[in-house]
């Protein structure tokens, strides 16, 4: 076992595995059809890509933390966050129980590290 | 023989293609970053190289999950690019070298590197936007300056290949190029990085200390970074500041156009996005 990073879960073949449906869901939404579609009707859309219960939970909560525990990979939810208009700065503040203020003040403190 | 000018490492972020569609590279945010690039600009714009050996992790557009390949190689005619999702404008197509892509991928395959080759790939952010801040002008009437061969590795599903073989793979590519039966100018471009994790509760980790080590060892000690497990990276620098293995592909390349390696220019700047950017510039 490799020592636990705090904060953190490297995307292996546990969470690649747990996370296939709802990350082919969110690769899907390259597309601005399918975006659209997705807009239409969360739940049919969800549906067809067959997402457990605890990623479509997770979808509709809106909760990046929740996602990634449902084997979310950032790099395609990023896709699913583009569908709300959201960037990474807010998503980074979501996940750290800050405001994008505070999110963005932490950001250029690491100048003075 | 093919001539290697020189290398240059890049951050890549989605929002940088907002910024320039916007034109608001001159506002205060957006210059110190911006503002690392026209030294590196002059120096290319002297150099002219004509071919581009390009680095980078594709971030969920031309592969998913379903077939998720180590190294890939493009080769092919040309380089669509798309909106990945967020809605920004693609850029248009870039040409590609095809020659020189059939002939890294023989020489790589002869070096056991057993590469996925692609006559078909879109090129994200991580691809395109290296070549919009390199050139700024070269999406315009007269088309890119240059031709591209990708070379895709992947940060997205662990295991990563690890870091001192994806130097070893950029040195071969280097000697492949340096071999190349060709008056062609080439450029190798790492893009990506340096520290930055977009997900989890350590979200917006920064590792400054490390990022200015990791540019001095690119002039000067360019293995340096390899006694590092991914593991071990991702702990110092991020989830997506492992994406640094695209500068040790392109250090690595480097090393085929003999001692000397010089710093042309750098800069550095906290924060675009949540990630500490850097370019650098080397030549021999």
């Known amino acids: 076992m490799l020592p636990e990073i705090e904060g953190t879960t490297p995307f292996d073949s546990t969470m690649a595995r747990r996370g296939y449906a709802l990350n082919k869901m969110c690769f899907s939404f390259n597309h601005q059809a399918n975006r659209e579609a997705f807009r239409a009707d969360p739940e049919a859309y969800m549906r067809q890509y067959g997402l457990t219960p605890q990623q479509a939970d997770a979808i509709r909560s809106g909760q990046v933390l929740a996602m990634l525990e449902a084997g979310g990979n950032a790099y395609y939810l990023a896709k699913f966050a583009g569908i709300f208009g959201l960037d990474m700065q807010d998503i980074g503040a979501q996940q750290t129980g800050m405001t994008k203020t505070e999110f963005q003040a932490k950001l250029v403190a690491a100048n003075f590290q | ?284």
Not at chain 2, 45 to 72: C, I, S, W
Not at chain 2, 182 to 188: I, T
Not at chain 2, 209 to 238: C, I, K
């Open chain 2, 1 to 284: 023989m093919a001539k290697i000018i020189g290398a240059v490492g890049t951050s890549h972020i989605p929002a940088i293609g907002g910024a320039i569609h916007k034109g608001v590279q001159n506002d205060p945010y957006w210059q110190p970053f911006f503002g690392g690039f026209p030294p590196v600009q002059q120096w290319l714009g002297q150099e002219r190289p004509d071919v581009v050996v390009m680095f980078y992790n594709d971030h969920g557009l031309n592969f998913f999950l379903d077939k998720m390949p180590t190294f890939a190689v493009g080769a092919a005619p040309q380089y669509l690019s798309a909106d990945e999702g967020w809605g920004i404008p693609a850029q248009p197509p870039v040409p590609g070298c095809q020659d020189l892509s059939w002939h890294l991928i023989e020489a790589l395959t002869e070096r056991e590197f057993d590469v996925v080759t692609c006559q078909e790939m879109l090129l994200d952010h991580a691809g395109t936007l290296p070549l919009k801040l390199l050139w700024p002008e070269g999406d315009g009437q007269g088309g890119w300056p240059v031709e591209i061969v990708p070379v895709c590795i992947n940060t997205v599903q662990f295991p990563l290949p690890k870091p001192g073989r994806v130097y070893a793979l950029g040195r071969a590519i280097g000697e492949a190029v340096a071999a190349w039966q060709s008056d062609k100018r080439v450029l190798f471009v790492g893009s990506g990085g340096l520290s930055h994790q977009l997900d989890g509760k350590r979200a917006g980790h920064i590792n400054k200390g490390f990022d200015l080590q990791f540019l001095d060892s690119m002039v000067s000690n360019p293995e340096w970074a390899t006694r590092y497990t991914n593991h071990e990276l991702v702990e110092l620098v991020g989830t997506q500041g492992v994406e640094l293995l695209m500068w040790l592909a392109m250090r690595g390349a480097l090393v085929a156009a003999g001692p000397g390696v010089r710093e042309v220019h750098r800069n550095y700047h906290i924060p675009i996005s949540n990630t500490a950017t850097a370019v650098l510039a080397l030549t021999t």
